[in-house]
């Protein structure tokens, strides 16, 4: 895994958005939630915050 998982204590202002992805990378990303002991949803954001990092640096 190359991104890292962001902590979910210290929340900022969010809003909701919808994505539509396919199902086998849902169930992907749902593992990996899992085995890290975390939501979906902060996978997803952790994974766009690294690709967004990477591209800036």
Known sequence: MNF????????T???????YISKALAER???????NGTSFNN???SMIESCLKEDTE
Not at 4 to 11: D, H, L, S
Not at 13 to 19: A, D, R
């Open 4 to 11: 890292e998982i962001k902590k979910t204590k210290n929340k």
């Open 43 to 45: 996978i997803v954001v």
């Open 13 to 19: 202002e969010t809003i909701n958005k919808s994505l």
């Open 29 to 35: 990303i749902q593992r990996i939630a899992i085995e």
